[in-house]
């Protein structure tokens, strides 16, 4: 399937695309369009992590599971939407969120290249999944990949349940997060796990601005940014740029002081 076979903007279709057309309404059945979601070649060779290897075998194998574009803002799935995909992300960034009372929006998870989501354990989503940047995605029907695996893919099986736990690892150090005392021990155990997540480069580049992090740590945008500029004027960080999404840790031990508690994924390796 070609870049280009189906191509949607705000809910007008630009191009007539019968094959674009088959594959959006197979894995979108309930909605018409999709956020602008552009179906493209999936090219499964140029992943670098190497728990997605399985993944990407039973893509090149499977004409179910095809890969789509989203641009910025555009929503993947919506909450109480039926849940009948998986997710995984190739490139870009996702958020899942849920609108409360009074209009205040608690964003969930941020899932960055190589993860999985989408998966329910009931029929319908409960947050809604919204590309954070231009974000590709690769979507399979969840009873197909679940049959494939069952069928003779043991190592795909094993590769898929270590995908599934990292994310319930990202969930438990959000509570962690979530569970600080202080907002600035909030900032520092966030960028101490997006350091991580990120495999501490020498240049961290975040793809969430404040307003997500605010909403992603219950605070608010003002208390992020002075938790930020506080941890710059300790010398601790610095920024590249104007947009404060590039970031470079100069201190690590420092920030994890901050944070309280250790690193939660050090404090589970020494458990295991």
């Known amino acids: 399937m070609e870049a280009g076979d189906a191509v949607c903007v705000e809910g007008k279709k630009d191009r007539a695309a019968t094959s674009g057309n088959r594959v959006r309404q197979y894995l979108f059945p309930h909605c018409a369009c999709r956020g602008c979601a552009v179906p493209v070649r999936v090219n499964s060779d140029d992943t670098s992590d190497p728990a ?5 075998e ?4 499977n004409a179910l599971w095809n890969e789509f574009k989203y641009r910025q803002g555009s929503e993947i799935f919506r909450d109480a939407e039926p849940a009948v995909n998986v997710y995984q992300i ?10 409360l009372s009074g209009g205040r929006r608690q964003i969930g998870a941020f899932h960055l290249p190589g993860d999985i989501f989408g998966i329910e354990n009931s029929e319908v989503h409960r947050f809604t999944a919204q590309a954070i940047v231009t974000t590709s995605v690769r979507i399979a029907k969840r009873r197909v990949l679940v049959a494939g695996l069952a ?16 994310a319930l690892e990202h969930v438990e150090n959000h509570l962690l997060q979530l569970g600080c005392q202080t907002a600035l021990e909030k900032v520092a155990a966030f960028l101490l796990e997006m350091d991580r997540r990120l495999d501490q480069p020498e240049v961290m580049v975040i793809p969430m601005g404040r307003r997500d992090i605010a909403d992603y740590l219950g605070l608010t945008l003002e208390t992020v940014s002075r938790g930020l500029s506080a941890l710059r004027d300790e010398g601790i960080l610095s920024f590249i740029g ?5 970031i470079v840790l100069h201190d690590r031990t420092r920030l994890a002081q ?15």
Request: net charge positive; proline share 4%.
């Open 258 to 272: 901050h944070a309280m508690s250790p690193d939660p994924a050090a404090v589970r390796s020494e458990i295991i």
């Open 242 to 246: 104007q947009t404060g999404r590039k």
């Open 90 to 99: 190739r490139e870009g960034a996702v958020r899942t969120y849920k609108l």
């Open 58 to 61: 039973l893509a090149r194998r």
């Open 52 to 56: 997605s290897d399985q993944l990407n």
């Open 151 to 166: 069928k003779d893919d043991i190592a795909a099986a094993n590769n898929v349940r270590e995908l599934v736990t990292r």
